[in-house]
Every structure is written in C-alpha cells, then in structure tokens.
C-alpha cells in the first residue's frame, strides 16, 4: 500500500556532498513526519534526522553543520542533503516515514530499502 524509494547514494571522497530523496507513494492520507537513518557494519541502526509536517527538526550531533533534511510535501518526498562527508558517515541509510493510509484510518511506520553511502579516497 505505501512504499518508500531511496535515492541517490554512491561513493563520494572525504569532504564532498551527497543528496538523499525518498519518495513516499501508495494511498496516502497524510504524512505525519519523516526521516533517515543510517547503519554502519557492526553498528546499531541510528538516527541521523527526522522532520515533522508541523516542521520540527530533529538532527543527531554527529552531523549538525553538515546534514540538511527537507521536505517537498507536494511530492511525498524527504531529502537529506550531505555536505562535508566524513569516511565515519559510511553507512546504509534507511529513510522512514510515519503515514496515515485510508486502509488503516492510524498512521503507521514505514521503511525504505535503503541506500549506501561510502565515504572514501
């Protein structure tokens, strides 16, 4: 019914930019906040931004300054922009998203694929 599409991951040397997009579809209702997240090899999943419709922000320290999410709510779509990439922010990074749907009238929580992002030289 809901679907979430990653996008937009690859490798990218120490100090360049990558953006994210994740594009939300099915039978939606409303979106009541998205986000990302992110796993390292070895390492629990973390996460990295999350932003509600009402437009609050929530960006973990390790990349505050750097890491920018957004929104296109007319497209269903987060984005999470990457500047000043690190080899520590190697990882595969799953965005989610909290949806309400008309089959189940409560949102619920949904995950992409996900998508990797290396950060090396």
């Known amino acids: 019914q809901v679907q979430l599409v990653e996008s937009g991951g690859g490798l990218v040397q120490p100090g360049g930019s990558l953006r994210l997009s994740c594009a939300a579809s099915?039978?939606?209702?409303?979106?009541?906040?998205m986000g990302w997240y992110r796993q390292a090899p070895g390492k629990q999943r973390e996460l990295v931004a999350r932003?509600?419709?009402?437009?609050?922000?929530n960006t973990a320290d390790s990349v505050k300054g750097r890491f920018t999410i957004s929104t296109d709510n007319a497209k269903n779509t987060v984005y999470l922009q990457m500047n000043s990439l690190k080899p520590e922010d190697t990882a595969v990074y799953y965005c989610d998203a909290d949806i309400l749907t008309r089959a189940t009238m409560i949102p619920l929580n949904y995950w992409g694929q996900g998508t990797q992002v290396t950060v090396s030289s």
């Open positions: 099915g039978s939606i209702i409303i979106i009541d906040a």
């Open positions: 932003i509600s419709s009402g437009g609050r922000i």
